[in-house]
């Protein structure tokens, strides 16, 4: 009895001590943890069947399942899982923001320590480009291969139904307080150095990025891929933006070009940090955000002699085309590494 009672004890503590070690983030006031790599995605198989299910319900002829199940596994191969599941560490997380819970997520590289941190601001809104699964594999542990640990919010209402139909996702509103909220964990990411502090977003996460950029002096380098600088020169380029604003800005209706300017760093720029330096990146044939919001913002960044790059990609869109992915990834790269 007294073995058994031992051996339940010590069984006991190493599950927890495990449960401790796979732990990234060791704050007290993150929840609900879970790893990336678990439920449907602990295996490739559990994956692409997922996938398989999602993709029968919404193809239309047994050709068009055929084509996206091929593009499936052409982007997102056997090999490239096994290979980050077992080189990156990932799991997701909740966390308080006020009297609202939001999803976040953070992952690093094993076996590195010391790594700076990334915080990464995603596009899209509401529930439109949360960071999913896929996305992490093709966008994130790639970047966090190169010696990164990175860190990000999904933004209130991304998840929670009763949130979504509250509209809190106020596209550059108090949805930006989730961002600035992950300050407070950096200091927690296992083996992560929280001196060495980066932000960078894509698309609507651009202007997120400059947003929270002003309220985070722990961040020490930005950069902005495909993002607006103006939005309201930007809606003389794409009108149908106007439908999202309408729904997720308060008081657009009563001023829209404040609100508007609120969210544009080009009429802000010189209340930036100069001693944050920024990357702009940006195709010259994005079709859903005109790369003459990289120009505008260049220029005013170099009126104010703000340290930045500006890299214009040729013949590409709003993300990148896989012959250019590797090239315009090693660029963010290394900007952080030489700066953080």
């Not at 899982?81 to 799991?91: A, N, V």
């Amino acid at each position: 009895m007294k073995k058994s009672l031992i051996f339940i004890l010590l069984f006991g503590l190493l599950l927890s001590r495990l449960s401790f070690a796979q732990k990234i983030l060791t704050d007290t006031e993150t929840f609900d943890h879970r790893d990336c790599f678990s439920g449907p995605f602990a295996e490739y198989d559990s994956w692409l069947s997922i996938i398989t299910k999602s993709v029968q319900r919404k193809a239309k002829t047994d050709e068009e399942l055929a084509r996206r199940l091929a593009a499936f596994k052409e982007n997102f191969t056997r090999e490239s899982f096994d290979h980050y599941k077992e080189s990156i560490e990932c799991s997701v997380f909740k966390y308080p923001v006020g009297n609202l819970t939001v999803s976040g997520y953070v992952m690093k590289p094993k076996g590195q320590t010391d790594v700076p941190v990334l915080i990464y601001n995603r596009g899209g809104n509401g529930r439109y480009g949360a960071v999913v699964f896929g996305a992490m594999v093709a966008n994130l542990f790639p970047m966090a291969e190169q010696g990164f640990a990175i860190i990000g919010s999904q933004y209130r209402g991304a998840f929670d139904k009763e949130v979504v139909k509250g509209k809190y996702d106020e596209f550059g509103g108090s949805d930006v307080l989730d961002v600035v909220k992950l300050a407070k964990y950096i200091p927690y990411i296992k083996d992560a150095n929280p001196l060495k502090v980066g932000m960078y977003g894509s698309s609507r996460g651009g202007m997120q990025t400059f947003l929270a950029m002003q309220k985070m002096p722990e961040v020490n380098a930005v950069a902005s891929i495909a993002g607006a600088s103006d939005l309201l020169r930007e809606l003389e380029f794409r009108q149908s933006m106007e439908n999202v604003y309408k729904v997720r800005i308060p008081n657009y209706d009563v001023d829209k070009e404040a609100e508007l300017e609120k969210r544009s760093v080009v009429k802000w720029v010189d209340e930036l940090d100069k001693s944050v330096p920024i990357l702009i990146q940006h195709g010259d044939r994005d079709e859903r955000v005109s790369v003459e919001n990289a120009k505008w913002l260049a220029n005013a960044l170099e009126k104010s002699e703000h340290p930045h790059r500006l890299s214009i990609y040729k013949n590409e869109g709003h993300g990148w085309s896989p012959k250019t992915k590797p090239t315009a990834m090693k660029e963010l790269a290394d900007w952080f590494h030489q700066h953080l």
